[in-house]
C-alpha cells in the first residue's frame, strides 16, 4: 500500500483481491469493509462508472444480500443498473443482468409489481438479442414463474379469483421454460447446424442443466 499510495487504483485492485478471497473464507464483514474501501478509491479517482469499479458494486451487492442487508443491496443494484443503462443501454445483456439481479432482490423485500416490469424487459431483450430458445431466456421464465406463485400468495388475501389465472400463468411459464431446456439437451440436427462448436452445445447444455434444476423446484 506504500509504495503505490493507498488512493492508487492498483491499490484498489489489491483490496478487491483480498476481499474476494476473505469472503471465500466466510469473514464477510472484512470482505464488505475491503470492498468499500475498493470502490470509494476508484470513484474518488473519477473511475465511479467505470467497468472495474461495476464489478466490485456488484460484488458488495452480493455480500450484502448474503448477510440480509436487502435495503442497501437494492440501492447498490439500482445503482449499477443505472449506470449499464446509461453506458450499455438496455439492449446489452450485461444491463439485463443486473436488471435480473435487482428483480430478485425486490422480489425478497416484496416489491413484485416492478420485479415484474423488470423481468418482462429482461425477457424482451433477451429473446431479441440471443434467440426465443437460449437457456437464458428459459431462466427468465422460471424466475417469472416463481413470481407469479409469490402474487398467487400475496393476491389470495384479497381475492381468491385471482389465484387461478396467475396459476395457469405459472404453468405455462414453467412449461415453456422446460419446452426450451429439453430442446438444447436433445438438439435436432437443424439446431446443432446453428450451435457451431462443440463448445457452444456444452455450455447451452450446461446452462439448461441449471435452469432445469430451478424447474424441479415447482410442483402443482
Not at 447498490?76 to 435487482?102: P, V
Request: charged share 25%; proline share 2%.
Amino acid at each position: 500500500g506504500r509504495v503505490m499510495g493507498l488512493g492508487n487504483p492498483d491499490y484498489a485492485n489489491t483490496m478487491y483481491l483480498l476481499a474476494k478471497v476473505l469472503s471465500q473464507q466466510g469473514k464477510g464483514k472484512d470482505a464488505e469493509a475491503l470492498i468499500r474501501e475498493s470502490i470509494r478509491i476508484l470513484e474518488e479517482a473519477g473511475l465511479g462508472e467505470s467497468p472495474a469499479c461495476i464489478q466490485r458494486m456488484k460484488f458488495l451487492s452480493l455480500e450484502l444480500v448474503k448477510s440480509k442487508q436487502l435495503a442497501e443491496a437494492e440501492n447498490l443494484q439500482r445503482k449499477i443498473l443505472h449506470n449499464l443503462e446509461l453506458s450499455k443501454g438496455w439492449n446489452s445483456l450485461d444491463t439485463t443482468a443486473a436488471a435480473e439481479t435487482l428483480s430478485v432482490t425486490l422480489q425478497n423485500i416484496g416489491n413484485l409489481k416492478e420485479s415484474e416490469e423488470l423481468l418482462e424487459r429482461c425477457l424482451t431483450v433477451r429473446r431479441k438479442i440471443l434467440s426465443e430458445d437460449h437457456f437464458e431466456v428459459a431462466g427468465i421464465l422460471v424466475h417469472l414463474a416463481r413470481l407469479t406463485l409469490l402474487k398467487i400468495t400475496s393476491d389470495i388475501k384479497v381475492n381468491n379469483d385471482l389465484s387461478t389465472p396467475h396459476l395457469v400463468k405459472a404453468k405455462q411459464l414453467v412449461n415453456d421454460s422446460i419446452r426450451i431446456t429439453e430442446g438444447i439437451l436433445n438438439p435436432s440436427r437443424e439446431n446443432r447446424k446453428k450451435l457451431n462448436s462443440t463448445f457452444a452445445m456444452e455450455r447451452e447444455k450446461i446452462g439448461a442443466i441449471v435452469v432445469l434444476m430451478h424447474e424441479s423446484q415447482f410442483s402443482y
